[in-house]
Every structure is written in structure tokens, then in C-alpha cells.
């Protein structure tokens, strides 16, 4: 794979199928990563044998658009399918032509036939599944992150990006393509969920990383659990031990999850700086100082903030 730094954006080294390979040692390397960024800190502890059964799993997008998050300007729970619509046009475009096959008769005429699309080589479950209903939410944020190295690739294998993809897309007939520029971590959301990869619910991945959205938040937008759901899945991804800890948290005005990634540029002090935030979160201090706060800018209207990371 060609040197990381010929990479203007690093997001696009890591849409490179090569990169899950090769940058790795087979049996040697686990196929379960975390992807940390210099904005990114861990609040307690993670055991990684509690997330080996997710492809992917980062921070939790809210639905729609706001001054603080306006992009997609649809919101996240209407931008994720309509991608996987247009990036899954080839093999839509395949099955339509099937169905006219030899004409279809309109109006008493043979309706003209359009250029022929050749059969993808592996066809894909063209239905998107419901991803803000149920449980469910868009996930997630890269900052802070773990990825299954399998599923990373077998997602660009299955959907590869015409330029970043490391392989000669011309030459393919693939059911998904992606031509535009989009973060990592939208395109890896999304791909993953079209291919029905093994994706945690809404309030798993939030007890797992917060960056916009800090679990009492995601199950507002994505469906209240009772408190033994709650715990349930805590057990599930916290062990024993968190659910102590989880049980400490309740009362105070959110649950601090095993990460954060710049959560300074969504949440206020009176958030991040309270004395319950600090107490369960012993690095945020060494992170972030109020004065360094980007959420003041990024309300005040007229004020562009321009960030300046990999692009998410």
C-alpha cells in the first residue's frame, strides 16, 4: 500500500482495502482494532472480548440536522439509505432491466430499450435495513472506535470507492460503487449496514463512545429502555463490574460511557465540567480546558468553524 502520507485525508487510506491487510501481521495481529485519535480519551475500563461480536461500533449521530451538527442537512436517519440507493444503482438498474427484458409493452408500443447493464458479480440485499426505529441508530463516529479488520474489508471488497479502494473498479461489475467524497466513517456506517454486518443497537454503542450524543440522549431519539434493558445490555458490554458502575451514575444528568471523542465541540461546561463528569472520567481534564471550547463558536451564527482533522 502506498505510504499513509500520500493520502491528503487519511479518512481515504483507510476506505484502501490494502490497508486492513497489509499494514497488519496475519496471526499474529487481532482482527479487533481501536482507533483512537489525538481528541479521543477513554473514561474507565474497556475489554475489548465484550465487542468482539460487532463489525463496527463509534458513536452514535443524531437524526436530524442542527447548528451544531448541519451536515447532511436531511439528518443522518434519511442521508444513510438514500446513499446505499445511489451506491447500489448499478445492480437496482440490473434487476430493472431483467424485469423488461425483450420490452415492456406501453400503450400498445415496445418501450425503448435502454443501454444493457452486465449481471453484478455478487448480487446484494438491495433493502437498507431500518436504522432510527426499534432500538436502532446511524452508527458511528470514527474518532473513537472499534472495527472488526474482516468486516472493514469486506465491506470496501462489496462497495469499493472508484479512487480510495486500492482496486481497478473499471474493470468489475459490481452491484456497489461510490464515487463521491464522503468521511470513513459515514461510508463504513453505512456500507456495513447495507451488507446486514453485525452492528450494535443505539444504547450499546453510546455505553461504548459519546461525541455528540451521551446515551440519555441517543435513547430519547431512539427508543426509551427499561432500566433491567439498560442494565442488560451494560452486563453485556461493561461486565459485572460496570454495572456497579452504572448503577453510581444513575441520578446524575448523564452516563459517561468508556469514551468520548471532542466532545467539547457538542456538549457545554455545565456538561463536561461538572464534578460528577470529572470524577467518572479522569483523563477529560487532561484533554480538554473550558477555555479551548469550540460549542460557544459553533452556536454563535456567523461564526465558521473550520475543523481541521481527518474529517470527522
Known amino acids: 500500500m502506498e505510504s499513509c502520507s500520500n493520502f491528503y485525508n487519511p479518512s481515504w487510506a483507510f ?15 487481532s482482527d ?22 460487532v463489525a463496527f461500533v463509534g458513536g452514535v449521530w443524531p437524526k436530524d440536522a442542527s447548528r451544531l451538527n448541519p451536515s447532511p442537512p436531511e439528518g443522518m436517519c434519511m442521508f444513510m439509505p438514500a446513499r446505499w440507493r445511489s451506491w447500489t444503482r448499478k445492480q437496482r438498474m440490473w434487476e430493472s432491466q431483467q424485469q423488461q427484458q425483450g420490452g415492456v409493452v406501453k400503450n400498445g408500443k415496445n418501450k425503448k430499450k435502454k443501454h444493457p447493464v452486465n449481471r453484478p458479480t455478487k448480487m446484494l440485499n438491495m433493502t437498507f435495513p431500518p436504522i432510527c426505529t426499534g432500538g436502532k441508530g446511524p452508527v458511528g463516529n470514527g474518532g473513537l472506535s ?6 472493514m474489508a469486506e465491506a470496501i471488497t462489496n462497495c469499493p470507492h472508484s479512487s ?8 468489475m461489475d459490481l452491484a456497489c460503487s461510490v464515487l463521491g467524497v464522503d468521511n470513513e466513517d459515514a461510508y463504513f456506517g453505512i456500507v456495513l449496514a447495507g451488507l446486514q454486518a453485525p452492528l450494535p443497537m443505539a444504547f450499546e454503542a453510546a455505553l461504548f463512545s459519546a461525541e455528540m450524543l451521551f446515551p440519555e440522549e441517543v435513547t430519547s431519539f431512539y427508543g426509551e429502555l427499561s432500566t433491567e ?25 448523564y452516563t459517561v460511557p468508556i469514551g468520548m471523542h471532542k466532545p467539547w465541540w457538542y456538549h457545554s461546561d455545565e456538561v463536561l465540567q461538572t464534578t460528577d463528569m470529572l470524577h467518572h472520567c479522569k483523563f477529560l ?13 459553533i452556536l454563535n451564527e456567523g461564526k465558521k ?7 470527522h
Open 15 to 29: 476506505m484502501n482495502r490494502n490497508y486492513w491487510i497489509d499494514e497488519f501481521l496475519p496471526r499474529v495481529d
Open 32 to 53: 479487533l482494532i481501536l482507533m483512537i485519535q489525538g481528541d479521543s480519551f477513554l473514561c474507565h475500563h474497556l475489554d475489548p472480548n465484550k465487542w468482539r461480536d
Open 146 to 151: 472499534l472495527r472488526s479488520r474482516t468486516w
Open 164 to 171: 480510495y479502494s486500492g482496486m481497478n473498479t473499471s474493470d
Open 229 to 253: 434493558d439498560k442494565e442488560r445490555y451494560v452486563q453485556q458490554r461493561w461486565g459485572e463490574d460496570g454495572v456497579s458502575l452504572f448503577k453510581q451514575m444513575q441520578g446524575n444528568d
Open 285 to 297: 481534564k487532561y484533554m480538554y480546558r473550558p477555555e479551548d471550547s469550540k460549542y460557544g463558536d
Open 305 to 311: 468553524v473550520v475543523w481541521a482533522g481527518v474529517g
